[in-house]
T-cell receptor
């Protein structure tokens, strides 16, 4: 149990376009989801905490207008990178925490975004 | 933002050697988790430690939580190439936000 599916696994887009990344909890309801960004051989940096039915909480230095997060249901959170630029190229990972402590935190398999 | 420092940042060893990775914080951990991540994939949970002084073993991996709950270590015995990956400690703060350590990139050479 406690599987998180992230889609797409990789995407290439042109500068100035927007890209949406989906994070779904497949067999549990996730009241809270987290979005991370990761550069090669570096750790995961928390970007924002997504709470179902309310606005996301962004970490300091993360542009909320650039990285739009929507958590409209208990099984889906989306991250939209708006007006993407090459410096937005990175590995984006979501994680979800179900309401049961047993599940802990489960991570998606990540999305490799390349902006050209 | 919680700051979790891991050391070393990079480690390259020969197969069969032992190694230890450290995770330190200036604050007390409520609980701490260790993850392993392979390139292009999400982190996978290895263990959760909660009690100060706690020691947990997972085959060749031994995890220790400091008595003061401000540090933790991961010891790997007789490392194998399959152990290669990025090792991350992580902690949840009182706001239920989840923060990772700076990471240790391990390469085990056959």
């Amino acid at each position: 149990g406690a599987v998180v599916s992230q889609h797409p696994s990789w995407v290439i887009c042109k500068s100035g376009t927007s890209v949406k990344i989906e994070c779904r909890s497949l067999d549990f309801q996730a009241t809270t989801m987290f979005w991370y960004r990761q550069f090669p051989k570096q750790s995961l940096m928390l970007m924002a905490t997504s709470n179902e039915g309310s606005k996301a909480t962004y970490e300091q230095g993360v542009e909320k207008d650039k990285f739009l997060i929507n958590h409209a249901s208990l099984t889906l959170s989306t991250l939209t990178v708006t007006s993407a630029h090459p410096e937005d190229s990175s590995f984006y990972i979501c994680s979800a925490r179900g309401p049961q402590v047993y599940y802990g935190y489960t991570f998606g398999s990540g999305t490799r975004l390349t902006v050209v | 933002t919680q700051l979790l420092e891991q050391s070393p940042q990079f480690l390259s060893i020969q197969e069969g050697e032992n190694l230890t990775v450290y995770c330190n914080s200036s604050s007390v951990f409520s609980s701490l988790q260790w993850y392993r991540q392979e390139p292009g994939e999400g982190p996978v949970l290895l263990v959760t430690v909660v009690t100060g002084g706690e020691v947990k073993k997972l085959k060749r991996l031994t995890f220790q939580f400091g008595d003061a709950r401000k540090d933790s270590s991961l010891h790997i015995t007789a490392a194998q190439p399959g152990d290669t990956g990025l090792y991350l400690c992580a902690e949840t703060n009182t706001g239920n936000q989840f923060y990772f350590g700076t990471g240790t990139s391990l390469t085990v050479i056959p």
